[in-house]
């Protein structure tokens, strides 16, 4: 066992050696913090996508678009469509509600849709919920078959595309991140060498005075534990200012795009990316270690 | 204290470095190793040092064999023997006293122990005024009287010199000589390896010689060549 204050003496000469190998250090840094940065984005990429795409989920399952009729075959319609089974709820948008909606996706700047206003091209819509979401399609079927409708957009399909892009996303990112940790590794462990090698003598000398095996080995330990940790840091910071950034940019450009709230998330993210930074630093330091150091 | 059974080492495609050497040294002893190049004087400290085991043969070191330690046990052994080396092995960017303080921060000593105890073993080999001098401001005799001080200041039962006057001049060997006659006189048990034929033939002591990896002479209060 190490005593506790000999740790003291361990981060002093693994300052000292990280600091000598100035330029190992920042290319283990930097590609620790790349790698769980690309993690840390395509998992704020799918996290929100999932969020969107369940929050579209949950709004509207069918749109149904009418051909122009008067109003009391528009009410007609709707009794025929709140009849068929499966249906929950159905939501009549006139054309003026559609027209509103339009003005506050743009958010409310009229200069999108000028020349639109005289004669409002949007169409009335039955926005329908169905019991459950199996029940969806059938719904739209039936729905598409009764006279009067134009169009039925059946929500699902596109749903279930988000939800693949959304797992298409995930995938590559965990790809990506697994090959940029490895990469990050034997970049720490090579670091790790390179310091093995410049302290060889210190090495020796303390083998000859009866050093124990971790004596000697807690200081690398504790580089490559800190190269992983910092880049984590770096990467967590960029993350974090990089997602503050976006949001208060989405925020103003598409209000009504579900966001997932930067706090306590990013706060979970960023402890992940330090754990996962550390793990690299202290899996690429034991890696050298083995081949390295033989005591 | 230290005991020596029919050791034999070999290398793979070597000539054999030591052949049934058997010797013994008592607590307080001093024994000059004696021999040409090759013939087995460096096996002799490694093996001492459990760098290497023999391929053959026992080595008793206060009774415990040290040819059957455990990996994880030779740190303690190393802790009780101090070692110098022909050429200093001291840290060039470090001061004196840093050097000497490094063998007691490997063994976790208390810091107060390691302030009092390394000015206790530079006033003992004389080097008190240049504690805070790196190697590269010292002459050879000192950089040899640092390690030295490096070697005893955790009190070890054994004292190896490899060749320690090897690199200096007739006259700081002397120096180094009695300083490692003083720490015998203390107590410390000291076997060294050397080729100075001036020195062992003035102190007497017991000389064993090595030729071949073999023991051709061991003899009380020998000279260097029978």
Partial sequence: MVKARTFGYFFKSSGRSLARNSWMTIASISTVAISLLVLGVFLLLAVNVGVAAQHMESQIEVTAYLLDMPRDHVQRLEQQVRSISGVSEVYHVSKDEAWERLLEWYGNDRTFLAGWEEENPLRESFEIRAESPELVSEIAGRVAGLSGVEEVVFGRELIEQILAITSAIRMVGT??????????????????????????????????????KWFIRWPFIIEGWVLGLIGGVVASSILAWGYYLAVRYLLRVMPFWPLIAPWPFLQQLALGMLGIGSLIGIAGSALSLRRYLNV | MLELVNVTKTYPDGPVALDSVSM?????EFVFVVGQSGAGKTTLTRLLLCEEKPTSGSIYIQNKDITKLRPRHIPALRRSMGIVFQDFRLMPNWTVEENVAFAMIVVEAAPKQIKRRVAEVLDLVHLTHRRKQTPGQLSG???????????????????????????????????IVKLILDINRIGTTVLMVTHAEQIVDRLRKRVVTLQNGRVVRDEEGGLYHG
């Fill in chain 2, 24 to 28: 013994r040294m008592d607590k307080g």
């Fill in chain 2, 141 to 175: 005799g000192e950089q040899q009287r640092v390690a030295l001080a490096r070697a005893i200041v955790n009190s070890p039962d054994l004292l190896i010199a490899d060749e320690p006057t090897g690199n200096l001049d007739p006259d700081t060997s002397w120096d």
């Fill in chain 1, 175 to 212: 790809g990506l991140m697994i090959g940029l940790a490895l990469a990050a590794m034997f970049i720490i462990a090579n670091t790790i060498r390179i310091a093995v090698f410049s302290r060889r003598r210190e090495i020796s000398i303390m083998r000859y005075v009866g050093a124990t």
